[in-house]
């Protein structure tokens, strides 16, 4: 008997939709699959009469020297130690004075320099890596004031300074060639753009993704979060990673999305890959989503929140756990990537206690250094 054009054209939509399902299902399965490496082995650094620890929230392991860097926000300075944990150098310091800070948000490492992110004086200050000695500091605020959306929200005033805990979406960046990328995306239609160390502009990178909204009504926020989606605002969350085996480039992460793109620091993209999703994914979306239907406060949306890079290019993201809020803690994982930002391997850091989504990364003998939260210690993994 022949089939009515109706019943044929029926069996056909429900093929497509039954196939693009399976398409899907098959990339998300695809992606589960791949290792999972536990990271349950591991010994504590406690402070002792050669390191005295205050409040360690970020951590960067430069594989040059071999020594770890560590963001001590109680002190106000970058702590550096070698590998008999003995203090080599420290940078920063409270104050008002030159190479003193007032809030440290972030630091940066290159061949012969460390840089300070300070987010409440609006500067980036420089010092001589080898030494600990100031070089001078950018005021990057005056470029940020004059982002048109920046300044009619705040007036002449900057906006005060994050957390040094909160992640790196969208925060003032040094590259490896001591250039400086500001984030530009509130009143453009890029993520950063590249300035030198006397402040001229060299270039524009990261496109705006489209759809991205500066401002969006909470209860359409609301909406998207307690459905799963990324709101309008949260698509332009992205923060840069040093591309280690080429100076010349940068990994860009949409952490919202997620993805991850790569480009040179001329500006140019140069390829994009949207991130597939795996249970720990689906379980931050799920997560977020239920803690806005409970809570009815309104969250960002994002899947990573701070980067580190091998020196052969591989990629390691940190997933979003809450950091230090009064909720249920998602378990801590690294994603690692390809330098060609295919995803490669999947690490579950196993902890009985809470700890900070900065870790520095000791490649030569595989271990991974983390910040504790409320403890004055690190926790060190092998892997």
């Not at 290792?35 to 009469?49: M, P, R």
């Not at 402040?199 to 009504?217: F, R």
């Not at 391997?345 to 490649?363: E, H, M, Q």
Request: aromatic share 10%; hydrophobic share 35%.
């Amino acid at each position: 008997m022949r089939s009515s054009p109706i019943c044929v054209l029926l069996s056909l939509v429900l093929f497509i939709f039954v196939t693009g399902c399976n398409n899907e299902n098959a990339g998300n399965t695809k992606a589960a699959q791949i290792k999972i490496e536990k990271l349950k082995t591991h010994h504590t650094l406690k402070s002792n009469k050669n390191l005295l620890l205050g409040l360690p929230v970020k951590l960067k392991y430069d594989d040059k020297t071999d020594h770890l860097f560590i963001l001590d926000v109680a002190k106000h300075e970058i702590i550096e130690i070698n590998d008999s944990d003995d203090v080599v150098n420290k940078f920063g310091g409270k104050g008002h004075g030159p190479g003193e800070v007032q809030a440290i948000q972030n630091f940066y490492i290159t061949s012969r320099h460390l840089f300070i992110v300070d987010g409440k004086q609006l500067l980036i200050n420089k010092y001589r890596l080898r030494d600990g000695h100031y070089i001078s500091s950018l005021d990057y605020g005056k470029f940020l004031l004059k982002n048109k959306v920046n300044a009619s929200n705040h007036g002449n005033h900057p906006p005060p300074p994050p957390l040094p805990f909160a992640d790196d979406n969208n925060k003032p960046f040094v590259t490896q060639k001591g250039t400086v990328l500001l984030p530009t995306q509130t009143g453009g239609k890029y993520l950063y753009e590249e300035r030198n160390w006397k402040g001229k502009k060299l270039a524009n990178i990261g496109a705006v993704p489209k759809g991205y909204a500066a401002t969006e009504k909470k209860d359409k926020i609301r909406s998207a979060l307690e459905n799963g989606n990324v709101p309008q605002k949260d698509l332009a969350e992205a923060f840069p990673v040093n591309d280690c085996a080429n100076p010349n480039d940068i990994y860009l992460v949409y952490s919202a999305i997620p993805k991850i793109a790569k480009y040179s620091l001329s500006g140019q993209k140069i390829w994009a890959h949207k991130i597939s999703r795996t249970p720990e994914i689906d379980s931050i979306m799920t997560e977020v989503s239920n803690l806005v239907k409970k809570h009815h406060h309104l969250w960002r949306s994002r899947i990573y929140v701070a980067g580190r890079c091998s020196p052969d290019g591989n990629l390691y993201l940190a997933t979003f756990t809450y950091g230090p809020l009064p909720f249920h803690h998602l378990p801590m994982w690294i994603h690692q990537f390809s330098p060609k930002g295919k995803l490669v391997k999947r690490y579950k850091i196993v902890s009985n206690i809470d700890l900070f989504t900065y870790p520095g990364i000791d490649f030569k003998r595989n271990k991974i250094f983390f910040p504790s939260v409320n403890h004055s210690s690190l926790r060190i993994y092998h892997f």
